[in-house]
């Protein structure tokens, strides 16, 4: 489980008052999600973008790459054996641009190089990666004419004439050692694995003037292949990179086209959706099975395999991103459609789509959602309202003050429901000022029990699920869903979140411009989600940087 | 080297066996038979002297997430023969053993609910961006060990979150699984005196690292300043692994290679089998001390806002801590039974003799919390435990009480400075301080 898994199951540790932070000020974000008049003045064109640096790989990026190059059938070690992806920020792509590798990542990146290197030279594969026939043990010609083009997968651009020569000797010396020429010719592949150029992505643009970067094909082919395919570039692109395809509008453009027809590009919008709605507590879910006697091991990859396949549903289809939140189609496995109380499609993860009368509402009404944001025996209105308020509608709720009473009545025969109890809480000013604007959303999705499972009673008595959000009234969570699909804050807070999972940083006061472009772009494409990936790659927020500052701050 | 000029300070070791390893490179199988660490040695020669002149000090945090309560916590009297209130019962056995510190203050300004305690106590400044300042203790301690393992981070609760930072953004991934920690530890690159390391690999793969080094290098001079510092890091971890590659068996009879835990630990009614994973992993963490694998560790029990279903308590532990009425008798259990854990890990390094003593002599095991009272996240009246005298440079067994808040900062400067680590004060702004607490030190 992930620090982000901590803050969303639950209260913060780590992210401090800094919540805040992650948008411009409260101003700054109702202006960018102010909707523009036609022909308006659009105040802020000017661009200043974001630091360029390295990106740490995650764990997914990784694999995927290894796959990539190597091929498939290589057995990568598991998650739990390479340096575990970090998300305090709220996102593990923004965190990318801060981690570093620990003392213990750099000895599990080292077995997992050997380990990779060694199935790739094994007899049966070597032939993939080595088309000459060495003449010796020690045949240096043959090591640099495999090395380098490995290298030029591994490290997303060509090697240098050094990095060449250090592989090649290393792949030399060590063949003569052990009088092997594919044995010597993986400790030349484990350095490229090992390579702080594998391990990061070097994007760090160069000088265009006025004190900005653009990056390069191969620094944007990098950039394009993780957002959009959560991988490496393949060779196309980084031909495309080499051609200098990628340096001009019309070629970027091509190239994004291509990358979004292929197959790959569902894991980029996965990985997106698995980011935004922040899905990794799912492995590690907590549930009292005395309560929920439902609760399994599988039950929550199984429910975030659920939601990823329907944004990656919306993705492939082009379907309007609002419609998230309305929409009656799923995908399940018998598990899951055991809990929803529908038929069970004949494949696992199969289309299904809930009855006109279902009360959920789209992918807030899915188990992954209710389950993670709710406490082990019982909901949670004030977890599911902060998710509903930071990642549906990017509305910052502060940190809790400290040293308060934070406890809220216990079930009694006057106050029999949660929405009793938490409304008591909310007469008390300090926590009512935040809890009314989570509790009162949270409340909406109290049908669902701490399990996701619809219910209509809770303690013997009938379940109120109305409320309002920001002034639009609702009678239960299908209009629930229904106001936050109408609410121009969702598709704005979409467009804000995918573009720092793309670009890896929370966005600056100097994006402002390119992001209020983007949310017009998202409108007028009619809300494809896969529209919106273009734009943000074709976007000069994607394209350029400021140099990271050369002394300490 | 000259680990021993002071006793109290043992600079960093550069142990330059690299340079003998390329002499033996090229095939040959290299078997690596070197001298026993001097500073094992007493001054005549002997192994395993005196704690602190022979037998190097060190250092363990054991925390938990979610705080405690003030009144089942804090001891009424002060002194040796302070007493046990309910949360701290299970130290009865090892109580000779641990000071309990109690009405100190962390001096952050507390913006983090469950994150501006730890951060204060542990690098001694506020969270800023989600992150420390600066290293956490265990890791200013760490940074000045030659051992295999400059530290051990572990965790109970499966997550791969922990206090322990080498610096900002830079957290130390806990290792969950007891026997993951084996392997680390005890598994391939572990060798007992007399079986020998002839791996001709391992000469290899030192090349290889010295080629990675050589390229991070490179890549640093292209890039800015928080980027050359996250390559920093890369490279101290490239050095440490090949410390770790070239360490020599270890000189201690009483080192074992101990058994192999359990693979898997799976919940038993949807619950986690909290005591089975910490004891097994406190086992390995005690030999690894015995064979000065490491002498530094930092165990995350549980994470801050957990909501572990422990026991068999009703709700998961973090809404106890908020929404259990009263006097609170489920968390009044459940931080019981985490300091009986503690105890556990206290009384094995007790009960293990070393030299004229036992493991515990030598060590300073912090075991504390993210709040006091979980229900307001107050920072006052900080829950802070230590074990052991670090070689008699800490007073065990003893209640001290601050009437007056006094900076927790002090409980760390007096930590530092029994590790021998030649710092002069701890934490930044409030969290301040130059003066250690006199009161918990000893006489060493």
Same mark, same amino acid.
């Given at each position: 489980?992930?620090l982000?898994?901590?803050l969303a199951?639950?209260?913060a540790?780590a992210?401090?008052a800094?919540?805040? &932070?992650?948008?411009?000020g409260?101003?700054g974000?109702?202006?960018?999600d102010t909707?523009i008049?036609?022909? &308006?003045?659009?105040p802020?064109?000017e661009?200043?973008?974001?630091?360029s640096?390295l990106?740490r790989?995650s764990a997914?990026?990784y694999?995927n790459?290894?796959?990539?190059?190597f091929?498939?059938?290589?057995v990568v070690?598991?998650?739990?054996?390479?340096?575990?992806?970090?998300?305090s920020s709220?996102y593990l792509?923004v965190?990318?641009s801060s981690?570093?590798?620990s003392?213990?990542g750099?000895a599990q990146?080292e077995?997992?190089?050997?380990?990779i290197?060694a199935?790739?030279m094994?007899a049966?594969?070597?032939?993939?990666?080595v088309?000459?026939a060495?003449?010796s043990?020690d045949d240096a010609v043959c090591a640099?004419?495999?090395?380098?083009a490995l290298g030029l997968r591994?490290?997303?651009r060509?090697?240098?004439?050094?990095?060449?020569?250090?592989?090649?000797g290393i792949?030399t010396a060590?063949a003569?050692?052990?009088?092997?020429?594919?044995?010597?010719?993986e400790f030349?592949?484990a350095?490229l694995?090992?390579?702080p150029s594998?391990?990061f992505?070097?994007?760090l643009?160069?000088?265009?003037?006025?004190g900005?970067?653009?990056?390069?094909?191969?620094e944007?082919?990098s950039?394009?292949?993780?957002f959009?395919w959560n991988t490496?570039?393949?060779?196309?692109?980084l031909?495309?990179a080499?051609?200098?395809?990628l340096?001009?509008?019309a070629?970027?453009a091509?190239?994004?086209? !291509?990358?979004?027809a292929?197959?790959?590009?569902?894991?980029?919008?996965r990985?997106?959706?698995f980011?935004w709605?922040?899905l990794s507590?799912?492995?590690?879910l907590v549930k009292d099975p005395?309560?929920?006697?439902?609760?399994?091991?599988?039950?929550g990859?199984?429910?975030?395999?659920e939601?990823?396949?329907v944004?990656a549903?919306?993705?492939?289809?082009?379907?309007d991103?609002?419609?998230?939140?309305?929409?009656r189609?799923?995908?399940?496995?018998?598990k899951?459609?055991s809990?929803?109380?529908?038929r069970a499609p004949r494949?696992?993860f199969?289309?299904?789509t809930f009855?006109e009368?279902?009360?959920?509402?789209?992918i807030?009404g899915?188990?992954?959602?209710?389950?993670?944001y709710?406490h082990p025996?019982?909901?949670?209105?004030?977890?599911?309202g902060?998710?509903?308020?930071e990642?549906?509608?990017c509305?910052?709720?502060?940190?809790?003050p400290?040293?308060v009473?934070?406890a809220?009545?216990e079930p009694?025969?006057d106050?029999?429901?949660?929405r009793v109890?938490l409304?008591?809480?909310?007469?008390?000013e300090?926590?009512?000022?935040?809890?009314?604007?989570?509790?009162?959303i949270g409340?909406?999705?109290e &049908?669902?029990?701490?399990?996701?499972?619809f219910r209509?009673?809770e303690n013997?008595?009938?379940i109120?699920?109305?409320g309002?959000l920001d002034?639009?009234?609702?009678?239960d969570?299908?209009?629930?869903?229904?106001v936050?699909?109408?609410?121009?804050?969702?598709?704005?807070?979409i467009? !804000?979140?995918m573009y720092?999972i793309?670009?890896g940083?929370?966005?600056?006061?100097?994006?402002?411009?390119?992001?209020?472009?983007l949310?017009?772009?998202?409108?007028?494409g009619?809300?494809?989600?896969?529209?919106?990936?273009e734009?943000?790659?074709m976007s000069?927020?994607?394209?350029?940087?400021?140099?990271?500052?050369?002394?300490?701050p | 080297?000259?680990?021993?000029?002071?006793?109290?300070?043992?600079?960093r070791?550069s142990?330059?066996?690299?340079?003998?390893l390329?002499g033996?490179?090229g095939?040959?199988?290299?078997t690596?038979g070197?001298?026993?660490?001097?500073?094992f040695?007493?001054d005549?020669?002997?192994?395993y002297a005196?704690?602190?002149?022979?037998?190097?000090?060190?250092?363990?945090v054991?925390?938990?997430?979610n705080?405690?309560?003030?009144a089942?916590?804090n001891?009424?009297i002060?002194?040796?023969d302070y007493?046990l209130p309910?949360m701290?019962?299970g130290?009865a056995?090892?109580?000779?053993?641990?000071?309990?510190?109690?009405?100190?203050?962390?001096l952050t300004?507390?913006?983090?609910?469950?994150?501006?305690?730890p951060?204060?106590l542990?690098s001694g400044a506020?969270?800023?961006?989600?992150?420390?300042?600066?290293?956490?203790?265990?890791?200013?301690i760490?940074?000045?060990?030659?051992?295999?393992?400059?530290?051990?981070e572990v965790?109970v609760?499966?997550?791969?979150?922990?206090?322990s930072?080498t610096?900002?953004?830079m957290?130390?991934p806990?290792?969950?699984?007891p026997?993951a920690?084996?392997d680390?530890?005890?598994?391939?690159?572990f060798?007992?005196p007399?079986?020998?390391m002839?791996d001709p690999r391992i000469?290899l793969?030192i090349s290889?690292?010295?080629?990675?080094?050589?390229?991070s290098?490179?890549?640093?001079? #292209?890039l800015?300043y928080?980027d050359?510092q996250?390559?920093d890091?890369h490279l101290?971890g490239?050095?440490?692994l090949e410390?770790?590659?070239s360490a020599?068996?270890?000189?201690?009879?009483?080192?074992?290679?101990?058994?192999?835990p359990?693979?898997d630990?799976p919940d038993v009614d949807g619950?986690?089998?909290?005591?089975?994973?910490?004891?097994?992993?406190?086992?390995?963490?005690?030999?690894?001390f015995?064979?000065?694998?490491?002498r530094?560790?930092?165990?995350m029990?549980s994470?801050?806002?957990?909501?572990?279903?422990?026991?068999?308590?009703?709700?998961?532990h973090?809404?106890l801590t908020?929404?259990?009425p009263?006097?609170?008798?489920?968390v009044?259990?459940?931080?019981?039974f985490?300091?009986g854990?503690?105890?556990?890990?206290?009384?094995?390094?007790?009960?293990?003799a070393?030299?004229?003593?036992?493991?515990?002599?030598?060590c300073?095991i912090?075991?504390?919390t993210?709040?006091?009272?979980?229900?307001t996240?107050?920072?006052?009246?900080y829950p802070?435990l230590?074990?052991?005298?670090?070689?008699?440079r800490l #007073?065990p067994g003893w209640?001290y #009480?601050?009437?007056t808040?006094e900076?927790?900062?002090k409980v760390?400067?007096?930590?530092?400075?029994?590790?021998g680590?030649?710092?002069t004060?701890?934490?930044?702004g409030?969290?301040?301080?130059?003066v250690?607490?006199g009161d918990?030190?000893?006489?060493?």
């Amino acid at each position: 489980m992930t620090l982000a898994t901590t803050l969303a199951t639950t209260p913060a540790i780590a992210r401090g008052a800094s919540v805040l &932070a992650l948008c411009l000020g409260l101003a700054g974000c109702a202006s960018l999600d102010t909707p523009i008049a036609p022909g &308006a003045p659009r105040p802020f064109t000017e661009l200043t973008p974001a630091p360029s640096g390295l990106r740490r790989l995650s764990a997914a990026q990784y694999t995927n790459s290894v796959h990539d190059i190597f091929g498939d059938d290589i057995v990568v070690p598991p998650a739990s054996r390479l340096e575990p992806d970090v998300d305090s920020s709220g996102y593990l792509s923004v965190d990318s641009s801060s981690v570093t590798i620990s003392r213990r990542g750099v000895a599990q990146y080292e077995a997992a190089a050997y380990d990779i290197a060694a199935q790739a030279m094994d007899a049966s594969r070597r032939a993939r990666f080595v088309t000459c026939a060495p003449v010796s043990a020690d045949d240096a010609v043959c090591a640099r004419t495999a090395l380098e083009a490995l290298g030029l997968r591994l490290y997303r651009r060509p090697l240098t004439r050094e990095e060449l020569d250090a592989a090649t000797g290393i792949a030399t010396a060590s063949a003569a050692a052990l009088t092997d020429f594919y044995d010597g010719l993986e400790f030349g592949i484990a350095l490229l694995l090992q390579s702080p150029s594998f391990l990061f992505r070097e994007e760090l643009g160069h000088d265009i003037g006025d004190g900005q970067r653009a990056y390069d094909g191969f620094e944007m082919a990098s950039r394009m292949s993780h957002f959009l395919w959560n991988t490496t570039p393949d060779a196309e692109l980084l031909g495309d990179a080499a051609s200098g395809a990628l340096d001009d509008e019309a070629g970027l453009a091509a190239a994004t086209e !291509r990358m979004l027809a292929d197959p790959r590009a569902e894991q980029g919008a996965r990985e997106f959706a698995f980011e935004w709605l922040g899905l990794s507590g799912l492995d590690d879910l907590v549930k009292d099975p005395s309560v929920y006697t439902q609760i399994s091991p599988e039950v929550g990859p199984s429910a975030r395999e659920e939601t990823l396949s329907v944004v990656a549903h919306f993705f492939r289809t082009g379907q309007d991103a609002r419609e998230l939140m309305t929409t009656r189609e799923t995908f399940l496995d018998r598990k899951l459609a055991s809990m929803y109380v529908v038929r069970a499609p004949r494949e696992d993860f199969g289309l299904v789509t809930f009855d006109e009368d279902s009360p959920r509402p789209g992918i807030l009404g899915h188990i992954s959602i209710l389950a993670l944001y709710a406490h082990p025996v019982s909901t949670s209105p004030t977890l599911r309202g902060r998710f509903v308020r930071e990642r549906l509608l990017c509305d910052p709720i502060p940190q809790p003050p400290v040293g308060v009473n934070t406890a809220i009545p216990e079930p009694s025969a006057d106050a029999p429901t949660l929405r009793v109890r938490l409304a008591a809480h909310q007469e008390i000013e300090y926590c009512g000022s935040c809890h009314r604007r989570m509790d009162g959303i949270g409340l909406g999705l109290e &049908a669902f029990d701490g399990l996701g499972r619809f219910r209509r009673l809770e303690n013997g008595q009938p379940i109120d699920a109305s409320g309002d959000l920001d002034g639009h009234a609702f009678e239960d969570a299908r209009e629930l869903g229904q106001v936050i699909h109408d609410d121009t804050r969702f598709t704005g807070c979409i467009t !804000r979140q995918m573009y720092r999972i793309a670009t890896g940083h929370i966005e600056t006061e100097g994006e402002r411009g390119t992001l209020r472009e983007l949310r017009i772009a998202f409108a007028s494409g009619g809300y494809s989600l896969s529209q919106l990936m273009e734009s943000i790659v074709m976007s000069d927020g994607f394209r350029r940087a400021v140099p990271q500052a050369e002394e300490a701050p | 080297m000259s680990p021993r000029k002071t006793g109290r300070s043992s600079s960093r070791l550069s142990l330059s066996r690299r340079t003998m390893l390329r002499g033996l490179l090229g095939g040959a199988a290299v078997t690596i038979g070197l001298p026993a660490l001097e500073i094992f040695l007493n001054d005549s020669g002997t192994a395993y002297a005196d704690c602190g002149t022979g037998i190097p000090a060190r250092f363990g945090v054991f925390y938990y997430g979610n705080g405690m309560i003030p009144a089942q916590w804090n001891p009424t009297i002060t002194g040796p023969d302070y007493d046990l209130p309910l949360m701290l019962a299970g130290l009865a056995p090892v109580k000779q053993h641990v000071t309990v510190v109690s009405g100190m203050r962390v001096l952050t300004t507390n913006t983090s609910p469950h994150g501006s305690g730890p951060a204060g106590l542990f690098s001694g400044a506020d969270l800023v961006d989600d992150t420390f300042v600066g290293p956490s203790i265990d890791q200013v301690i760490a940074a000045e060990q030659a051992t295999r393992f400059q530290s051990i981070e572990v965790a109970v609760q499966r997550s791969t979150n922990s206090w322990s930072m080498t610096g900002p953004h830079m957290v130390n991934p806990p290792e969950t699984n007891p026997r993951a920690l084996f392997d680390r530890i005890f598994g391939g690159g572990f060798s007992l005196p007399g079986e020998g390391m002839t791996d001709p690999r391992i000469g290899l793969r030192i090349s290889v690292l010295d080629a990675v080094t050589d390229q991070s290098r490179r890549l640093q001079s #292209r890039l800015g300043y928080a980027d050359r510092q996250r390559l920093d890091q890369h490279l101290e971890g490239i050095r440490q692994l090949e410390t770790q590659l070239s360490a020599p068996p270890p000189d201690n009879v009483l080192c074992m290679r101990p058994p192999e835990p359990d693979a898997d630990y799976p919940d038993v009614d949807g619950r986690p089998q909290m005591q089975a994973i910490h004891r097994a992993m406190s086992d390995l963490l005690v030999m690894a001390f015995t064979c000065d694998q490491t002498r530094v560790f930092f165990e995350m029990f549980s994470q801050p806002v957990n909501n572990t279903l422990f026991l068999d308590t009703a709700a998961g532990h973090h809404s106890l801590t908020h929404d259990e009425p009263g006097d609170q008798p489920q968390v009044g259990e459940i931080v019981q039974f985490i300091i009986g854990e503690y105890a556990y890990l206290v009384d094995k390094l007790a009960t293990t003799a070393e030299g004229a003593g036992t493991l515990l002599d030598s060590c300073a095991i912090l075991g504390t919390t993210d709040v006091s009272y979980g229900r307001t996240h107050a920072l006052d009246e900080y829950p802070i435990l230590i074990a052991g005298s670090a070689c008699d440079r800490l #007073r065990p067994g003893w209640h001290y #009480r601050s009437l007056t808040g006094e900076n927790a900062s002090k409980v760390c400067l007096s930590l530092l400075g029994a590790m021998g680590i030649g710092v002069t004060s701890y934490g930044i702004g409030a969290a301040h301080t130059t003066v250690g607490l006199g009161d918990i030190e000893g006489t060493g």
